[in-house]
């Protein structure tokens, strides 16, 4: 009993130093933190279970079908990294105008934003469209895969340009805390999605039986409905953030370098961590059908596991941000230890339920005995990355809201591009041929996911400590 009332006081309990001016209480910080989080892990919650129901889907057509639909994925990530690096910008800057009470600056980040994203969204379908095949036989795509994943990503590719849109608008939310928009918009969307796999994918209700095209055509559709919706919510009036197209319109250069300076850090990071996931997918990939699928369904539970994390860390991007902005940095470096404390419960949670889950959850996904045999050892694996796998993720969204971005994309590469790959072949290959009994190519992804996680938790929780990522200007 001693014992339990000396963990929970150390985890529960801290010295928070005001800066000068500032009123707030521990008590507020925890509840603002968790006032924007909820609706973000939520969001990421749900949408993990609708690509998880999407998977289920396609998942009827056998492993070949789930294996063409994600071999997509990494191919499509690449491609989107640019825009994505931007509007994570666009997120940190928009944090610092909102906590330097500047809504017309942080207005007009989001316009250049939008301008941006829009040119590099009509040069992503074009890439998308004419670079499919190449794409996809560098992620590892087999004679029995490649005609259905080259459809697949021509026609999800079609919507790359309101894709980018979603992802501007909600970036933006993000960065002023306005978490249950943004869930709004990607729930919203998904559900059409949904709707359209069940129609689409088998033939129903008066539809044509298209397979993985109709996933696809699904995909692009409630890429679509975000799109609209988003740019719904940000046309109307008297809200923080509100676009007007016919207002007047130039790029500010100071603005613009911040976005930069930011985004080129993302895109690094981006990068290294896309080129690592495209390795990663192709060493699999080059395992066996079966090992691939049990990789994409553990995958799939294993997104619902760190949702919390992610949640937190969207609720420390604009918070840390925002203090940033209005010179609190202390307040800054407590929100990283209030985001600590709230991951360390939720994540024993979900290792409870994942491990309670793991014979039941992989026959969601597929009938077939090797896959979910290796799904259910994997679970076991991936509950030691679950803890440090949220814990980074949010500190890397701490200092993604503070400009660090730099510093995260170096983590990355040496552990994303570098580390993970390397174990994830040394244990699917060297080690599977010498321990054939040891279902290396199943447990090998998961272990080098655990020491990714576990690497580059440590990495980034010693430069929280060190505080020189509170003095970024942006």
Known sequence: MEFQNKFANLLLSFRYTRDEGDQESLGSMYKKVLQIAWPAALEGLLLTLMNSFDTMMVGKLGSAAITSVGLCAQPRMIILLVAQAICTGTMAVIARRKGENRQDAANSCLRQSMLLVTFIGIAMTILGIVLAKPLLLLAGAG????????????????????????????????GIGKTRITMVVNVSANVFNIFFNYCLI?????????????????????TVVSSIIALVVVFQKGGY????????????????????KV??????????????FLINGKLIAGV??????????????????????????SACTSLVGQSLGANTKRKAMAYVRVGERICIFLSIAIMLLTFFGRDWLPTLFSEEKDVIFGCSISFLVLLLGIYPQNMRVMIAGCLRGAGDVRYVALVSLISVAILRPLLTWL????????FPNAYLAYLGPWISFDIDAIVRWVLLHVRVKKGQWVNIKL
Request: proline share 3%.
């Open 143 to 174: 004679e029995d895969t490649l005609a259905d994943a080259v459809i697949y990503f021509q026609i999800i590719s079609m919507a790359f340009i309101p894709n980018c849109w979603a992802i501007c608008i909600c970036s933006a939310m993000r």
């Open 202 to 222: 088998g033939g129903r209700l008066g539809f044509p039986a298209l397979g993985v095209k109709g996933a696809a055509i699904a995909t692009a559709i409630g």
């Open 241 to 260: 953030l509100s676009l007007r197209p016919f207002k007047g319109f130039r790029f500010d250069k100071a603005t613009l370098g911040s976005i930069i």
């Open 263 to 276: 985004g080129s850090g993302t895109i690094l990071e981006s990068v290294c961590m896309r080129i690592g």
């Open 288 to 313: 066996g059908t079966a090992a691939f699928a049990a990789s994409q369904i553990v995958g799939q539970v294993s997104s619902l596991t760190f949702c919390v994390g992610d949640g937190v860390s």
């Open 427 to 434: 244990c699917c290959y060297p080690l599977n041929a010498l």
